[in-house]
């Protein structure tokens, strides 16, 4: 495709449930992050791939958070046993080698009950 | 203290009107400088990408960049409704790495 797309769109997750959430970057993008964005807040950098390599995890909250991209295109970040300070707006952006800016999907909105 | 502040508003301006959307930031080693519009429930679109110090223009939109005052600015000429949106200004200090952003400033533009 051509944007950035996130899956699913919109999760509630019942506390101490574990959840998958999916990143389809742009073709041929060969950097990757996700950021969380709390209501009302900027973007948080959580994490960074070059390929399949995680070259920074430091914006992780916790280690519940797990972000992984085995073949260097699909990513997924997955959170265990959710806690309701968890629902928040999870962002991937993409960039391609050189290019200026990044390019962001729409976003997975979770909440946690 | 975050490294890249910026005033949330809201601001509401009637259409036709300049806009001003201004932001600082203390990480010396930003080199990077961009500008974001969000709309309500989507991802953040890129408006403008500056390096170092300077204005970059381009139609109704201008940012400039201070780094002596480590100050970044937005401005919109002749704002429209459709610029109704949530700006969100963001330091970088490299082109590929990680993007801090502020915290964004809503705007409404009225018709």
């Known amino acids: 495709g051509a944007g950035v797309s996130q899956s699913p769109r919109y999760k509630v997750a019942k506390r101490g449930q574990d959840v998958a959430l999916r990143c389809d970057p742009i073709s041929g993008h060969v950097s990757l992050f996700w950021y969380q964005q709390a209501l009302g807040q900027g973007p948080e950098f959580l994490t960074y791939f070059q390929n399949e390599a995680q070259l920074d995890k430091s914006g992780l909250p916790s280690d519940r958070f797990f972000a992984e991209r085995p073949e260097g295109s699909v990513s997924t970040l997955k959170i265990q046993r959710t806690q309701q300070e968890d629902s928040a707006v999870y962002l991937c952006?993409?960039?391609?080698?050189?290019?200026?800016?990044?390019?962001f999907g729409s976003g997975t909105r979770l909440t946690v009950v | 203290q975050k490294e890249v502040e910026q005033d949330p508003g809201p601001l509401s301006v009637p259409e036709g009107a300049i806009v001003s959307l201004n932001c600082t930031y203390s990480?010396?080693?930003?080199?990077?400088f961009m500008w974001y519009r969000q709309y309500s429930r989507k991802g953040p679109e890129l408006l403008m990408y500056?390096?170092?110090?300077g204005n970059k223009e381009d139609g109704r939109f201008t940012a400039q960049v201070d780094k002596s005052s480590k100050y970044i600015s937005l401005f919109i000429r002749d704002s429209q409704p459709s610029d109704s949106a949530t700006y969100l200004c963001?330091?970088?200090?490299?082109?590929?790495?990680?993007?801090?952003f502020g915290e964004g400033t809503q705007l409404t533009v009225n018709p």
């Open positions: 500056t390096y170092s110090s």
């Open positions: 963001a330091g970088a200090e490299t082109s590929g790495s990680r993007l801090t």
């Open positions: 952006a993409s960039r391609l080698q050189g290019a200026y800016g990044y390019t």
């Open positions: 990480n010396s080693a930003f080199q990077y």
